[in-house]
């Protein structure tokens, strides 16, 4: 017939807007059964991201924790070396001598050394860049610059000659 659609010419019988919307949900439907269900593919995700966080997690932790360890021992092993000739890390409770034991043998403030180390660990334990490239950066700098410019003229005055000995033995970048 000349009146005839186009579905009606294919052979597919009358098409009224209702009856294409069903076979178009249904082979939609249809499709997806043939697949999988969608809960089986988000399982699927997240046990991959599960795997993916889990080895970002460990090559993370991989940097960290050592980091993290050493800041820590340094920080503790220095303060102990200050207990030991009763003083405090605390400033207005300094040790009454130089100490010149342990950690300092080595580098004038070891306590700062731990702590540097300890906000890198840290940067990488939570994954901040901020923290690692920017943030613990500017602290050391704004540490070595305190040190050299209040801490150190103080501990001259108060230390005297020991100071100023220990200070030309050991290096002056604290970190």
């Known amino acids: 017939p000349s009146g005839a659609t186009g579905a009606q010419?294919?052979?597919?019988?009358?098409?009224?807007?209702?009856?294409?919307?069903?076979?178009?949900?249904?082979?939609?439907?249809?499709?997806i059964a043939q697949c999988r269900s969608p809960n089986s593919i988000f399982k699927r995700q997240r046990l991959a991201s599960k795997r993916n966080i889990f080895l970002t997690i460990s090559l993370s932790w991989l940097i960290a924790a050592p980091l993290i360890a050493i800041g820590v021992g340094v920080t503790a092993w220095s303060a102990c070396h200050f207990l030991k000739v009763k003083g405090t890390p605390v400033p207005?409770?300094?040790?009454?001598?130089?100490?010149?034991?342990?950690?300092?043998?080595?580098?004038?403030?070891?306590?700062?050394?731990?702590?540097?180390?300890?906000?890198?660990?840290?940067?990488f334990a939570i994954k901040s860049l901020s923290l690692v490239v920017l943030f613990t950066p500017l602290f050391v700098?704004?540490?070595?610059?305190?040190?050299?410019?209040?801490?150190?003229?103080?501990?001259?005055?108060?230390?005297?000659?020991?100071?100023?000995?220990?200070?030309?033995?050991?290096?002056?970048?604290?970190?």
């Open 92 to 123: 207005f409770n300094p040790p009454p001598t130089l100490v010149m034991t342990g950690p300092y043998q080595f580098v004038r403030n070891p306590m700062l050394t731990g702590v540097f180390l300890l906000l890198f660990g840290i940067g």
């Open 141 to 175: 700098l704004a540490n070595v610059w305190g040190l050299k410019e209040i801490e150190e003229p103080e501990l001259v005055k108060r230390l005297g000659e020991d100071y100023v000995c220990l200070s030309k033995a050991n290096p002056d970048v604290h970190t």
């Open 9 to 31: 010419q294919l052979g597919r019988g009358p098409q009224t807007a209702c009856n294409f919307k069903r076979q178009s949900h249904s082979k939609i439907f249809s499709k």
